[in-house]
Structure formats: structure tokens, C-alpha cells
């Protein structure tokens, strides 16, 4: 999917919300045990409960990994589900030596036609790159975590003055572009937005930590977001287990993301990217 | 496996070579493919021509994820082939937020059985913890690589005079320790195993890029080796792939292992870790 399709995409549902699908056959209501896939009947019935009020789905692959190759043909058959207009991001945080690094932008682009897929920068540029060379496809590269121990490393100070992260995002604004390039920011850091935007003014941001893990989507959006909107902000647990354990569970995820939908619609009305 | 008993190994075999299984289906001998599943044939033969000479094996996770959910199916097999006094490797490079790094734990160290896996660090401590809950288990953290690439972060220069890989070594000491942590230090650089030795004197040090990449076992046994060997030195295409295409490939692969097996016994020797 082109930038121009997604930034479509998102003026038209209302909705810069993207789904995390980080399944759990420990957390899935446990009527849905009884099929003979439990987590694609849930990730069906999340995907059918929320298509149109989010513009991205960004399946953990860890949660499908340890399964075992079962968990492989389960995101294969969800891959496949989400309809063709939503982007997808493979949330893999691979990267590795250049062959090796071309090896997984095959399996996340070609085996399972993901749209993105997120990638760690510690091994830099040579282990980026065979991500960016398929066209019509998006790097998510890490920049600044929402995890505590993002401090440990990405907010070092290097000589010079700028921190780790500030580095890779100038580092690797020389190997991609605003149309095949975005970054993973946390929502826990708001303040951290504004320096992001200084440096890379037009990319896309793929902001975790809005909810469960306590960042706000005001706060977000203050620093992070453009004219042409510029984020991605996603929701996994928040959305996908509101429904805790009850039969219609389905109904709860569409109030959920319903309730995300409306207030990003809000801020898109004030800051008058879509107009009433 | 206990590090007492991988020193035990290597003392035994005379070796401390790690055979990387990054087995690509396009570079096989032809005749594999006509058996069902010509990847687990071909490192079934790497397997056993190279058993009695290598203390480790290193399957590179792209190469099977790239094939989908049969490629895991062969991952296991490969995995349940190897000898359990044979210490094993998942390069897999992961790394991820608490939740989502424990499952990747599960993965590799539950649901594949193995001993080892790589783990990026970027993203610090809380992403690296996970792994080193697993009693019995190792994390191989990623220092200082041996591709280019690893020029752009892992070399920037910290406030203070450190490099980021020497922070990384320096801060993941107090994370985990010489039974239960190792890291990646490229064969490429023999320089940086001095400053490596400095901080991490008793660590093993699992080391790529000798052979194809350009890197000396000599070289890298000058500054790297220690009393308790501290080493295990992969090699992956210059002894998997030494057989070509001909039909008794698998007699090549002993012979480039051998190769690699006796320089390292002579090196053993001269350091006194061995007795004639």
C-alpha cells in the first residue's frame, strides 16, 4: 500500500487506529476453544468487529512464533482475512546480516504478503536495506520504545549531543523515505515525539503504548501528528480483550474501537485534516 | 547446557567450532530435491558428517521461516536430529517488550528445545530478561557484528568515551552472567575483542564472519581466546556449501570441518588448554 492510499484510507474512515493482533490462546474466550483453529476464529471476529473503524492490523508475530509451524498456517489464514484496503505490519523486530535480512523480507512480504514489517537498527544500514528494495513495501524501524528499558540504550547520549535514536532516525532517513520508511515511537513518551518530528517531519510514526501501557492519545497527537497525519497508533490489548471471556465479546471490541475511532475523528475535525 | 559441560565438549572434541546451518533450498545439491523434504536431508548430512568435529550448530531462523509453516516443521526435526551433548544455536535475533520477548523465550527454549538464542539489543534490559529467566538456557546478545553495517550504531561514540557495544556489554553484566549469557563479536574486527576481553574477560564469545565473511581463527584466538576457551567460532557457507552440487558433498563437508577442527586442536595445544 502507497502512503497516498493509506493517508486515503484514513480520511475516509475517520480512523488512524491500528489493531494489534497479539492473540493469546490463554486470554481468547473460551467457547472459541472448541474450533479447530481457536485463535483465527478470534482474530476473524476481531478483524469482522472492527474493519471499518481502523485503518492497520499488526499481528505480533511472537504470539503465532510460539506455536509452532500451526501458528505460521494461523497467521497465513489471518494475513488472508484482513481485507486488501487495511495495511498490515508484520510486528517481527527482525534484522540481521544482508542475506539473512533479504531472507526475512521474503517470508513477511512474499510468503505472507505483509504490507510492513518492523525492524531493530542495532546492525544498521547493510541490515535494513533488503527490506526497503521491495517496492510497494514499508520498513517500521525501532526508534524510540515505549518499553522501560528503551532507556537503556536508545536515549544514550552520543558525542555530539544527540541521543541514540535521534541518530538512527537521521542515520536512516539517507536509506529510505517518508513513502517506504516509518518509525516505532512509544506513546509513553509524548516529549520524545517532538524531537522525532524535528528530525523526520513528514514520516509516518507506528506509536504502541496508548492505553495498557499508559500513554494518551491527546498527548500523542499534540506532538506527532501532520497535516498529513503522520501516525499510526495502535491498540492490542485494550481493544482485542475488552470482551474478557463472554459470548458476545465481539460486540465489546467494536465499542472499544469505536471509542478510539471517535476521538481520533475528533482531533481530525479540530486540527481540520477532515472536514465535518 | 551448563557451561561447565560445553567447556567439556570442546576440550573433548578439540574443537570450539559452531557450524551454521543457514540452509538455503536454492544452494543444495539437486539431487536433495527429489526427497520430500531436501532441506532436513541436506542438514541431516551436515549433521552427520560434522557431528564428531563441532561443539555447536547455529540454524539461521530466515532460512526456515522463509518457507512457511513447513519450514518451522523442519526447523524441529533438524533440532531433534542434533546430538543432545551438542550445544545449539537458535540465530534468530529477537527482542521485544517483557510479554512479547517471553514468548519468543517459549519458542525457542520450549517449543524448539533449544539452548541458545540471539537477542538484539536495542530495546535494553526488560527485552533481554525474559530469555534469561529460563533455567539452563543462554541469550547471545548482540555486541559488536561483523557486517558493515555495524559501523553506523554499535562504533558511535558515547558521552563519557564508551562505544554503544562496549555499553551494551558493560550494562547486560548485570543482567545475566558468563553461565547464562554470551555475545556476538564479529571475526571481522579482532581489534574490538581486545576492548570485548576488557569488559567481558570471562564470557564465551560466539563469533561469525571467519571464512566467507573475511575474518582469521588466528586473528581472533590472539585476542579472544581465554584459560576456559571463551570461543565458539561459526563458520556456515565456507563448510555447508564446500561440497558444491556433486553427490558425495557430504565427504567435502568433513573435510573443510576438519580442516577447521584441527587448526583450532593445534591452537589448543600451543595455549596449554590441552594436553597431546
Redo the contacts between chains.
Keep these: 500500500m502507497t502512503r497516498k492510499e493509506l493517508i486515503h484510507q484514513i480520511k475516509k474512515k475517520k480512523s488512524f487506529l491500528c489493531v494489534g493482533l497479539?492473540t493469546d490462546i490463554k486470554k481468547i474466550p473460551t467457547h472459541l476453544l472448541d474450533y479447530e483453529d481457536p485463535v483465527f476464529e478470534f482474530n476473524k471476529a476481531v478483524i469482522d468487529a472492527t474493519k471499518d473503524l481502523c485503518v492497520a492490523y499488526k499481528p505480533?508475530i511472537?504470539?503465532y512464533?510460539?506455536?509452532?509451524?500451526?501458528?505460521?498456517?494461523t497467521l497465513?489464514k489471518t494475513i488472508d482475512y484482513i481485507p486488501k484496503d487495511i495495511f498490515t505490519i508484520a510486528?517481527a523486530?527482525?534484522?540481521?546480516?544482508?542475506n539473512?535480512?533479504k531472507?526475512?523480507a521474503?517470508?513477511f512480504f512474499e510468503?505472507?504478503s505483509f504490507d510492513s514489517v518492523t525492524v531493530?537498527?542495532?546492525?544498521?544500514?547493510?541490515?535494513?536495506l533488503p527490506f526497503l528494495e521491495f517496492s510497494g513495501k514499508w520498513v517500521i524501524l525501532?526508534a524510540a520504545?515505549?518499553?522501560?528499558?528503551?532507556?537503556?540504550?536508545?536515549y544514550?547520549?552520543?558525542?555530539g549531543g544527540n541521543l541514540?535514536f535521534e541518530?538512527?532516525l537521521q542515520?536512516s532517513l539517507d536509506w529510505g523515505d517518508s513513502e517506504n520508511l516509518m518509525y516505532v515511537v512509544g506513546a509513553t513518551r509524548p516529549e520524545v515525539l517532538k524531537s522525532v518530528r524535528k528530525i523526520a517531519p513528514g514520516s509516518f510514526l507506528l506509536v504502541p503504548g496508548v492505553g495498557a501501557q499508559g500513554g494518551s492519545l491527546e498527548d500523542v497527537c499534540a506532538f506527532g501528528l501532520t497535516p498529513e497525519v503522520g501516525l499510526l497508533i495502535n491498540s492490542s490489548r485494550g481493544v482485542i480483550y475488552s470482551g474478557g471471556n463472554s459470548l458476545d465479546f465481539a460486540t465489546k471490541i467494536t465499542e472499544s474501537a469505536l471509542e478510539i475511532q471517535q476521538e481520533m475523528e475528533k482531533i481530525l475535525l479540530e486540527k481540520g485534516i477532515i472536514n465535518a
Aim: hydrophobic share 25%.
Design positions: 497479539d505480533n511472537a504470539f512464533e510460539v506455536l509452532g509451524s500451526k501458528g505460521w498456517d497465513k510486528d523486530k527482525r534484522g540481521d546480516i544482508g539473512t535480512s531472507m526475512y521474503q517470508t510468503t505472507y531493530a537498527p542495532y546492525m544498521g544500514k547493510d541490515s535494513v525501532l520504545t515505549s518499553n522501560k528499558g528503551g532507556d537503556d540504550f536508545q544514550q547520549k552520543l558525542e541514540l541518530k538512527v542515520k
